[in-house]
């Protein structure tokens, strides 16, 4: 388990894990005793739903998805420790690389982009589309990026629905710098920059309880999470912010940090 | 064909339909196409196994005891 968390530590957003927990705890239980672990506070996800069969029966056991979604590897983990660390690496590589078939020339451009120069790549798309033997390579290069853009809009757009307000405001500050001179992109992400910066009375409730929460929690996976004093911090955060999302975040954690072992 | 019969041919028919969606459901793409029916623990507004395309997924099964 630690070595899963450990890779989501180093490779971030550039890898996901996903637990799931294969014992028949229920979601309230398997989080608790995430908690308890310290094994919170990464980008890692977690379900008691198996989104794949995986041959052999046992635990520990792992599925290395590559950027496809197709099984690279399977099995007990701590007999391919090596081997799941580099086809990691590989496929993280080839994440950043340009979709297959993309022209040298222009896989320069999807390099731009992978490191966050997203207007400076669209330019150069849009540079090179004038030449007729590049201009529908670039022209589905430029869709992708965008596509993939967007979707971090939309993500961004979920987290403040949700009530992460935080972690929305951390999103499109990055987004708002890899866009600016874009206008089909950079009028969407400042709307949402914008909303963030003068919210209405609700969402700038939700905002407030959400960087009040997000705090809380970053110290919580710092020392013993669901001790006295965090459990205590939980509650009168969740009576102060009572209506909001990340209140009724922090009383699931303050019910969690009940449960028995 | 008696009634005994005809419910050991229902339930071979039975079996091979088990049989036929378990290899289906084992293809080379599956985990990229499910769909989670309660959305994961910190999983940020990601519902389905497609929205994480583009990056590797290591998708660790444990336990709590």
């Known amino acids: ?261 | 064909m008696n009634a005994t019969n005809w419910k050991l041919a229902g339930l071979a028919l039975l079996l091979l339909g088990t049989a036929t969606w378990t290899t289906a459901a084992g293809g080379d793409d599956e985990g990229a196409r499910y769909t989670f029916r309660r959305a994961p623990v910190n999983s940020m507004g990601v519902r389905g196994m497609a929205e994480l395309r583009g990056k590797p997924v290591l998708i660790d099964f444990w336990g709590t005891r």
């Open chain 1, 1 to 261: 388990m630690p070595a899963s968390i450990k890779l989501q530590q180093q490779y971030g957003d550039a890898l996901q894990v996903l637990f799931v927990e294969s014992q028949g705890a229920d979601a309230d239980k398997f989080e608790a005793f995430a908690w308890r672990q310290k094994w919170m506070g990464t980008q890692a996800m977690w379900t008691d739903e198996r989104p794949l069969e995986i041959s052999g029966s046992g635990l520990p056991a792992f599925a290395l998805l590559d950027i496809e979604g197709k099984i690279l590897l399977q099995g007990n983990p701590l007999e391919q420790k090596k081997k799941i660390e580099e086809a990691i690496a590989e496929q993280v590589k080839k994440a950043s690389s340009a979709p297959a078939g993309t022209p040298a020339v222009l896989a320069k451009s999807w390099a731009r982009f992978t490191k966050g120069d997203v207007a400076a790549a669209l330019a150069e798309c849009d540079k090179l589309g004038t030449d007729v033997i590049l201009a529908e390579p670039a022209k589905a290069l430029r869709a992708e990026m965008v596509a993939r853009t967007e979707a971090k809009i939309t993500r961004g757009q979920w987290l403040i629905e949700s009530g992460y307000a935080a972690e929305a405001s951390t999103l499109f500050a990055s987004l708002a710098k890899s866009v600016a001179g874009t206008p089909e992109l950079e009028g969407k992400v400042g709307r949402e920059l914008a909303r963030l910066k003068a919210p209405d009375k609700a969402l700038a409730a939700q905002a407030e309880a959400s960087k009040a929460l997000a705090s809380l929690q970053q110290k919580m996976v710092k020392d013993k999470p669901f001790d006295d004093g965090n459990v205590k911090a939980l509650l009168k955060l969740a009576e102060k912010h009572a209506g909001t999302k990340a209140g009724e975040r922090a009383a699931r954690l303050a019910k969690l940090a009940k449960l028995e072992p």
